[in-house]
């Protein structure tokens, strides 16, 4: 299985702070990678594929980039419906393994 | 708007068989765009693909479940299933079903755009 790990684990920040979570795949994965967006007891919710592709209704201030083994999650300005716990998942494998997750929250 | 919407008993005893069923409203289950997935998330953990199904009827699993799960489905009722065998207190998590849709371009599925909200499932005796 292709291992995906996250960095930070978790971070503090505030409204309007620009926010940028790492996601690295064990072996290459080329652009086959998506970020979901997840908060307490609810499910996932897609907000980039293929690394860099804004999933329709995504506000603007997301974005993604990389490619091969690093990518990069980026929130441009936070808002506060943006503090959650934020997954990469790699689909160029079966099986599609996420990442730990990276949590959100407000300092 | 495609929804899903997992159902099915929310206490399983070990050793038994977990079963849960999506029904999928909104859109055809029969698309040929589409595979239909089950991931789980056991409480303050990650998320654990456990397999999809296409609506051929041809199946990928978590070589991790594999020996232990079954995915069906059922077109007539626009509906895919879950069973996990032998399950034990490590199978408690809550169990979404989402749909697993292919990239122009690229053969095989891509990324999970539409979840259910999940359905909390307990092993215990």
């Known amino acids: 299985d292709i291992q995906m790990t996250q960095s930070p684990s978790s971070l503090s920040a505030s409204v309007g702070d620009r926010v940028t979570i790492t996601c690295r795949a064990s072996q290459s994965i080329s652009s086959y990678l998506n970020w979901y967006q997840q908060k307490p007891g609810k499910a996932p919710k897609l907000l980039i594929y293929?690394?860099?592709s804004l999933q329709s209704g995504v506000p603007s201030r997301f974005s993604g980039s990389g490619s091969g083994t690093d990518f990069t999650l980026t929130i441009s300005s936070l808002q506060p419906e943006d503090f959650a716990t934020y997954y990469c998942q790699q689909s160029y494998s079966t099986p599609g393994t996420f990442g730990p997750g990276t949590k959100v929250d407000i300092k | 708007q495609v929804q899903l919407q997992e159902s099915g008993p929310g206490l399983v005893k070990p050793s038994q068989t977990l079963s849960l069923t999506c029904t999928v409203s909104g859109g055809s289950i029969s698309s040929g765009s589409y595979y239909w997935s089950w991931i789980r998330q056991p409480a303050g953990k990650g998320l654990e693909w456990i397999g999809r199904i296409y609506t051929s009827g041809s199946t990928n699993y978590n070589p991790s479940l594999k020996s232990r799960v079954t995915i069906s489905v059922d077109t007539s009722k626009n509906q895919f299933s879950l069973k996990l065998s032998s399950v034990t207190a490590a199978d408690t998590a809550v169990y979404y079903c989402a749909r697993d849709s292919i990239l122009t371009g690229y053969p095989d599925p891509y990324y999970f755009d539409y979840w259910g909200q999940g359905t909390l499932v307990t092993v215990s005796s």
């Open positions: 293929a690394a860099s």
